[in-house]
């Protein structure tokens, strides 16, 4: 499966930005494009492991409620 890279704007508009095979280089990808956001911008950069675009899509829009603190 790929790791797929998104621009997560605000009211939940995703771009898709690239693709990659393995997560180091998504990682640092991902690391270079936050880096190059202009300050105070609300934009996130992430990364999502994903069978598919759908899939990826699917899984940033979903709301994560908190976990416990020390829950694994």
């Known amino acids: 499966m790929p790791y797929y890279i998104y621009r ?3 009211f939940g508009q995703l771009d898709k930005l690239e693709e ?3 997560f ?5 990808q991902a690391k270079t494009l936050r880096a190059a956001l202009p300050p105070g911008t609300p934009d996130k950069v992430k990364v999502i492991f994903a069978e598919n675009e759908w899939q990826a899509e699917e ?5 994560r409620e908190p976990g416990h603190p020390g829950e694994e």
Do not use: D, R, T
């Open 20 to 22: 990659h095979g393995a």
């Open 24 to 28: 180091a280089a998504a990682s640092g």
């Open 59 to 63: 899984l940033l829009c979903q709301v």
């Open 8 to 10: 997560v704007k605000p």
